[in-house]
């Protein structure tokens, strides 16, 4: 009954969103993972948002779970340090997941001196390794240029940073992968993922590459509404809103039914030559269709939309804010056994999630809090490295290393 991944360690060297959400992903299925950091943190450990003390919520969100040492890393005892850390002895040891830059001191070549076998996952930017970021990558995708109110003229940024999470994802999957080659043939290996590649081929893989290729035509912005079915966002009798969608003749189905809606249908399918029963009908003739759902919802609260479509089997769902989500809706609750509040260092008492993953044969790891900057660094040395008390103090008193301030 216990997680997934026990006994596997993972040494993270990183900062920002990508490398640091593929370590936490593994830490939450109960791998040991180890973050280290330059003495004082890195260039994630005072992002925004933060408390108004300080405190990083977006540091202590990207961390839960894992283990943390503080290492002066402009100096070589400290560099030496992380480079035993990364690559001392066990089966299920010497994983180094990184988006640091792969040379000097980290590259593959000098870690791979020290242990053959060595598995290292390193995110880069653009496959040629030069600088890119989520935001520079995502205007690059076309996906801007079809994001937006209709008509625009302008691109539009999506909030969601979408390819560092991918990216991240997929670096998770990928060193389990690496992992997996290892256990059976003894080799390691280094796996470079470009950030630009995981956005691009995710344009790919839904089809929108190719469409640019066949019809040479761009897509075009639609605000809110779905490309290719039926969805639409509309506004509810308390000022509310709520995104529809059909995409499938069930989902479409339940949706006629709930606003009653039917009996306006043949004239629209007369009108405009389509058949309602076809997703992509439904999305030519959407304008046609909102026109006789809007009035039904114009006349609804939220709550009563919510005991309506709940009935019927609509496929919808309320817009939110952030503050709104984590005050009304129970899917963002203890009550889902995938969030527990606890007690975060330096934050508060907090609700936080574990893994989304629920496995039938093991336990679901309960959700464990970010650890102070620092706060396993004799820990590690000891339990690691092997270190001595007084050889751990020695390294604190010559500044290599410090511990997690309370």
């Known amino acids: 009954m216990t997680p997934v991944l026990t006994g596997l360690r993972i040494v993270e060297g990183s900062a920002f969103v990508a490398a640091p959400l593929g370590g936490m992903t593994l830490a939450q299925l109960g791998a040991d993972v180890i ?15 933060v408390t108004d003390e300080g405190v990083s919520l977006f540091w202590t969100g990207l961390n839960k779970g894992k283990r943390s040492i503080q290492v002066d890393l402009r100096r070589p005892e400290g560099r030496e340090l992380v480079a035993d850390i990364i690559t001392a002895p066990g089966p299920e040891a010497g994983i180094f997941l990184s988006n640091f830059p792969e040379g000097g001191w980290l590259s593959d070549a000098a870690l791979r001196s020290r242990r053959e076998d060595l598995i290292y996952v390193n995110i880069i930017g653009n496959p040629d390794e030069s600088t890119a970021v989520d935001y520079t990558v995502n205007p690059s995708s076309g996906f801007a240029y079809a994001t937006g109110p209709s008509g625009s003229a302008n691109p539009t940024n999506h909030v969601l940073p979408a390819w560092d999470t991918a990216t991240g994802l997929t670096a998770a999957v990928g060193l389990l ?13 280094l796996v470079k993922i470009s950030l630009t590649d995981v956005a691009f081929a995710m344009v790919a893989n839904l089809g929108y590459l190719a469409q640019a290729q066949l019809t040479n035509e761009d897509r075009i912005q639609i605000g809110n509404d779905l490309y290719g079915a039926f969805g639409r966002d509309f506004p509810t009798r308390d000022g509310r809103r709520v995104m529809v969608v059909a995409i499938s003749l069930k989902q479409w189905q339940s949706l006629v039914e709930a606003t009653g809606i039917a009996e306006h249908l043949p004239a629209v399918e007369g009108a405009l030559g389509v058949d309602l029963r076809e997703e992509g009908d439904r999305f030519k003739a959407r304008d046609a269709i909102a026109a006789f759902i809007a009035p039904f919802i114009g006349r609804h609260t939220l709550e ?28 963002c609750s203890a009550d889902n056994p995938m969030f527990t509040k606890i007690d975060q260092p330096g934050v508060g008492r907090v609700l936080i999630p574990g893994s989304p993953l629920a496995f039938s044969e093991v336990i679901r790891q309960r959700p464990v809090a970010a650890p102070r900057l620092g706060q396993h660094t004799d820990e590690i040395l000891s339990d690691v490295l092997g270190l001595a008390g007084h050889e751990i103090g020695l390294l604190h008193d010559k500044g290599i290393v410090a511990g997690g301030e309370r």
């Not at 950091?37 to 260039?43: F, K, N, S, T, V």
């Not at 992968?177 to 290996?189: P, V």
Request: charge should be neutral.
């Open 35 to 49: 973050r280290f950091d330059a003495i004082g943190g890195g260039l994630d450990f005072h992002r925004w948002p």
């Open 304 to 331: 009563e939309l919510r005991e309506i479509f709940d009935a019927r089997g609509v496929c919808w769902g309320p817009y939110q804010t952030f503050t709104q989500l984590v005050r009304e809706d129970p899917r």
């Open 177 to 189: 992968a690496a992992e997996r080659y290892r256990s059976r043939t003894g080799e390691g290996q």
